[in-house]
């Protein structure tokens, strides 16, 4: 519970103070309000009528359209998000709680519920790797205990939360295969990687309007790169560098004192860790973003295995480690922003844009800034401002010209599309505290 207020208490100040985006968070409560009266996800937030399972395969988060056809608001998602990552816990808990005794047990909860990859994910939007944590989680514990049946089950749903993680549910049988029932183990990793060839090959391309799978491009090899020397560098020296490779590994093993290699839980990491390390896309290779949360719940699980089997000292050496580096991590992180007296106030523009949304109807098209974008999803047709693939001729657009996020256009941008807009027919409702609402006349 304590864990679920941390994350919840962190996901809404961020909303209210209007830091949540449309890019992701605006996405995903398309999605899910598309699910709850009945028809498949569609996101305007990525162009005219997107399929969204042409983009990620995650039906997944069909499950929040309950909920959210009762409460039909991204606080929702981002409740719905705290409560998943704070569940991966309990598992943890449990499993820590009976290898390694009641005081192990508080670190490792400790260490998972302030890690930095968990930080990330609860500081920016929600993502539906939200699901993949309490997933992974309660199956490593099945693993752990050889309940090889269990983590087998456990895992499978894996594959219905994104279309790489059926590399994860491999790996989880590959695992079952070595220690544990072989025949099992190996159903269980073909039907990962059969899962996941499905999805990318053909379920994905079926509803994609270009009839492709769009990340593809993301692993392809860098111009000039072609040659055998250029391959075996990106699959040896290139998994470490640039920096941020290397940072992100031991950022991510630091807190287990580096034990979390010891385990033979470890390796269900390594298929996100692969694609993350192989990607031309740098936003992959850091601590930023959600990208390493479906790797806490390993690490921790795997560190919670190798101390058991470690003598005393050595675990209460690795134990001291784990906790000095995660008390040391939390400022540094989102979780850290709960310290900051600005983090529970309101400003005034904040207070004054609510003022303007307020004004636009339910049901309009619009045309908003990344920032504002989620806080009209709910009720309205919403698309980026700027974006190149938007539906032409919103009837309203609301742009914040005081603090451009320089995405999906830049300042300057911004300004020249503004003044397009009007000679296209839009004239000026409100211009005031460093925000334009503008409404289609013609």
Not at 99 to 111: D, I, K, P, T, Y
Not at 211 to 233: A, Q, R
Request: aromatic content about 10%; charged content about 15%; overall charge positive.
């Amino acid at each position: 519970m304590l864990l679920f207020a941390l994350y919840g208490s962190l996901s809404l100040r961020l909303h209210l103070r209007m830091l949540t985006t449309g890019y992701d968070l605006g996405i995903f409560e398309q999605a899910v309000r598309s699910y709850a009266h009945g028809h498949l996800p569609v996101a305007e937030l990525k162009g005219p009528d997107f399929p969204l399972l042409g983009d990620h395969f995650s039906p997944v988060v069909a499950l929040l359209a309950p909920v959210y056809r009762l409460w039909p608001t991204p606080v929702t998602l981002l409740l719905a998000q705290a409560g998943l990552l704070a569940l991966a816990v309990v598992p943890l808990g449990r499993f820590a709680q009976h290898s390694l005794g009641r005081r192990a047990a508080v670190v490792l909860a400790f260490g998972y519920g302030t890690s930095w990859g968990i930080a990330q994910t609860v500081g920016f939007d929600f993502h539906e790797v939200a699901f993949a944590v309490p997933l992974l989680a309660f199956s490593l514990a099945a693993l752990g205990e050889g309940r090889w049946r269990a983590a087998a089950a456990w895992a499978l749903p894996l594959l219905t939360v994104k279309e790489d993680l059926g590399l994860s549910v491999a790996a989880i049988g590959a695992v079952i295969a070595w220690r544990g029932p072989r025949r099992l183990g190996l159903g269980l990793a073909a039907s990962g990687l059969l899962g996941s060839a499905l999805e990318i090959l053909v379920v994905i391309p079926a509803f994609n309007q270009t009839g492709s799978y769009t990340y593809w491009g993301k692993m392809e090899t860098p111009p000039g790169g072609t040659g055998l020397g250029d391959l075996l560098d990106r699959v040896t020296l290139g998994l470490i560098t640039p920096e941020p490779k290397a940072t992100m590994l031991v950022m991510l093993l630091a807190p287990t004192a580096f034990f979390a290699l010891r385990s033979a839980l470890m390796p269900v990491g390594v298929p996100t860790l692969a694609w993350r390390l192989l990607s031309d896309n740098p936003a992959f290779w850091g601590t930023g973003y959600h990208y390493s949360a479906v790797l806490m719940p390993i690490v921790f699980f795997a560190f919670a295995d190798a101390l058991r089997r470690s003598e005393p000292r050595t675990r209460y050496h690795a134990l001291m480690t784990c906790s000095v580096v995660s008390v040391l991590l939390v400022p540094q992180y989102p979780l850290g922003q709960l310290l900051h007296g600005d983090t529970w106030r309101t400003g005034p523009r904040v207070t004054e844009a609510r003022r303007i949304l307020a004004g636009i109807p339910d049901g309009a098209s619009v045309a908003a800034s990344n920032r504002l974008a989620p806080q009209l999803t709910s009720h309205d047709q919403v698309t980026v401002f700027g974006y190149p693939n938007n539906r032409p001729f919103p009837q309203w657009v609301v742009v914040d010209t005081a603090t451009p996020q320089g995405w999906p256009i830049t300042p300057v941008q911004e300004r020249n599309l503004i003044n397009q807009t009007r000679e296209e027919g839009y004239r000026t409702v409100i211009d005031r505290e460093g925000y334009l609402l503008l409404r289609r006349t013609r």
